[in-house]
């Protein structure tokens, strides 16, 4: 971060603190209008953890003690947003009985006595929209059993927030942020007395934030496909409560509900999950079905390109691939190293991978999840197809731009010779090496079989001209690539055919063989798969095949299938287990 940034950073800090204090000085509001109905899915078997004082946030986890959640030292700035942003009132409210109950109401209260005159963190207007939503949105089971003199405190501290909000919005980073922000601001204008005459602006925002924010696409330019799951569920619920109001849901807002539905149609595996791109999970469990139900979207999906993905889809089987340049400047701050990278999943398993986003396990996790040999692609000389640049902030955090990448990726889909295929390729090692990393893909109609095929290639003669300096350096011995195969934690992986093949057992009961055409030297390593809710990452494996690059065209070809005897159709029974404490 340069000196510029950091005098900015301070000063955006200053000014929220400020806002926040002045808006303390308003009348509160006397009660409420309506309360809309709570959407956001919270986990009962999380709640329970908390009301037996053991707090899982970002990957910590805490306990209590009996203290208040405030009393707790965060251990660092994303364990801090969670607890201030109050998402963890959706799991108290899963489990819904009185301890539960009591607790979110001391934790709320608590945080008014400590931080409600406008002081300390969460002061920022994303982390006050979170908690506008959360507040009305449980409005009801917080206000159960409360004496007159705390709930005129919820009620003057959610008027505080809402003119904070109202001021600072602009503030807010650009995607996920400012929807959040705008998203707490509608609501509390619907439910609360006294703050009506904050609807209308914040329904026009929204829209404008639609058009702006929103491609014709239906895509964001971070590219992340869970934050683009969130801003769909958050304009849906918008939409309607705006609806139960009887007030007007601009165009451009209900445009951007569809836009965004088709896109996610594409970014949805055959198992219900969200792709696991550029810092972004499978998404919270039925999120995705929720908020696709609600936007009523068509049932059927006819495209199969969106937001910079490629789908194939055949039988029980889909492969999501990244196919676009990764985002770039302020939108790279969770940008992977990803590009032509791709998943695959069977029914319920996934079976290929992304390690995927290691926000929750600390710097250095989060610094490998967003690296080339981080994912299901090839990968050359050790280095990654973009690199971490510079610091910048984010929700009030330093967080690394992507700097450099593919700036050209071509691609096609179309029609092979036994189901979809993909072909493409992009530019990321041409400056340092010469060479184009080109991909082919064909999933076979019926999903059975996944045929692939990575070239390193030279495509013209200042490519060759490179090319041969880079050879010379390097004595002649060829430039070292690898490609990569992550598997997910939950697969059974053995060497098989004396080791010129990979099976792989899956909990459904599937078996698929992995095979290469022998250019290259098979192993099978270690590798990890970052999961959200999750103490420590989980170990898995990974199949790499490593070769050298030694002339203008490189070829390694390989396949995926399932073996003979496994029927096209499984009752898969198998339970997983929840993603808590291990």
Same mark, same amino acid.
């Given at each position: ?50 009301? /037996? ?122 995607? +996920? ?235 096609? +889909? ?35 079989? +996944? ?30 690539? /690898? ?63 490593? /070769? ?11 396949? +995926? ?17 929840? /993603?808590?404490?291990?």
């Amino acid at each position: 971060m340069t000196l510029i940034d950091a005098v900015r950073a301070r000063q955006t800090r200053l000014v929220n603190l400020w806002h926040a204090r002045r808006a303390a000085r308003v009348h509160p509001a006397t009660g409420l209008v309506s309360q809309p109905e709570p959407k956001s899915i919270g986990s009962f078997a999380r709640g329970r953890q908390l009301v /037996a004082g053991n707090c899982l946030f970002a990957g910590h986890l805490i306990e209590t003690d009996g203290r208040m959640i405030w009393e707790i030292d965060a251990p660092d700035a994303a364990f801090e947003d969670e607890i201030h942003g109050f998402a963890w009132l959706d799991d108290l409210a899963a489990v819904g009985d009185a301890p539960a109950r009591q607790l979110a109401q001391q934790w709320l209260l608590d945080w008014i006595a400590r931080y409600g005159r406008g002081s300390g963190p969460g002061w920022t207007p994303d982390l006050a929209g979170r908690r506008l939503f959360r507040w009305t949105s449980h409005a009801m089971m917080l206000l159960r059993g409360m004496d007159a003199e705390a709930s005129e405190q919820m009620f003057r501290s959610l008027a505080q927030q809402t003119v904070f909000v109202s001021r600072r919005w602009q503030a807010a980073s650009d995607g +996920l942020p400012r929807f959040e922000a705008l998203m707490g601001l509608v609501y509390a204008g619907l439910s609360l007395t006294g703050l009506e005459a904050h609807i209308g602006p914040a329904r026009k925002a929204l829209a404008a934030e639609c058009t702006r924010q929103i491609d014709a696409t239906g895509g964001i330019a971070t590219r992340n496909p869970e934050h683009l799951l969130e801003i769909l569920s958050l304009l849906t619920w918008a939409a309607e409560a705006l609806e139960d109001g009887a007030m007007p849901v601009e165009d451009s807002h209900r445009d951007a509900i569809q836009q965004i539905a088709a896109t996610l149609r594409v970014l949805r595996h055959a198992d219900g999950g969200l792709a696991r791109f550029h810092g972004g999970g499978r998404g919270l469990d039925g999120r995705l079905d929720q908020a696709l139900s609600l936007a009523g979207a068509p049932s059927t999906m006819t495209d199969t390109f969106a937001m910079g993905y490629a789908r194939l889809s055949g039988g029980r089987s889909t492969v999501i691939l990244d196919a676009a340049p990764p985002p770039k400047g302020a939108a790279s701050v969770n940008g992977h190293a990803s590009t032509l990278a791709f998943e695959l999943t069977s029914g319920r398993r996934p079976v290929i991978v992304n390690c995927g986003a290691g926000t929750s396990f600390g710097a250095d996790w989060q610094r490998a999840g967003r690296a080339t040999p981080s994912h299901s692609t090839l990968g050359l000389a050790g280095v990654s197809s973009a690199q971490l640049g510079p610091q910048a902030e984010h929700r009030g955090h330093l967080r690394e731009l992507l700097v450099g990448g593919p700036r050209r990726v071509p691609h096609q +889909l179309n029609q092979g010779r036994t189901g979809p295929r993909f072909e493409g390729g992009h530019d990321g090692y041409l400056d340092r090496f010469g060479l184009t990393h080109v991909r082919q893909l064909e999933l076979s109609a019926d999903g059975r079989t +996944l045929d692939g095929e990575d070239t390193l290639a030279c495509l013209e003669a200042a490519d060759q001209k490179r090319f041969d300096k880079v050879l010379d350096g390097r004595a002649l011995e060829g430039v070292p690539f /690898a490609v990569r195969f992550h598997l997910h934690a939950e697969v059974d992986v053995a060497l098989d055919m004396g080791g010129n093949a990979v099976s792989l057992a899956l909990k459904s009961g599937e078996i698929w063989v992995f095979r290469h055409d022998g250019t290259a030297t098979m192993t099978l390593d270690p590798s990890v798969y970052l999961e959200k809710g999750r103490l420590q990452p989980r170990a898995s494996q990974q199949i790499v095949l490593s /070769a050298k690059a030694v002339t203008y065209a490189t070829r390694v070809c390989w396949s +995926l299938a399932k073996a003979q005897d496994t029927p096209n159709s499984i009752r898969d029974v198998w339970r997983d287990d929840p /993603a808590l404490p291990e």
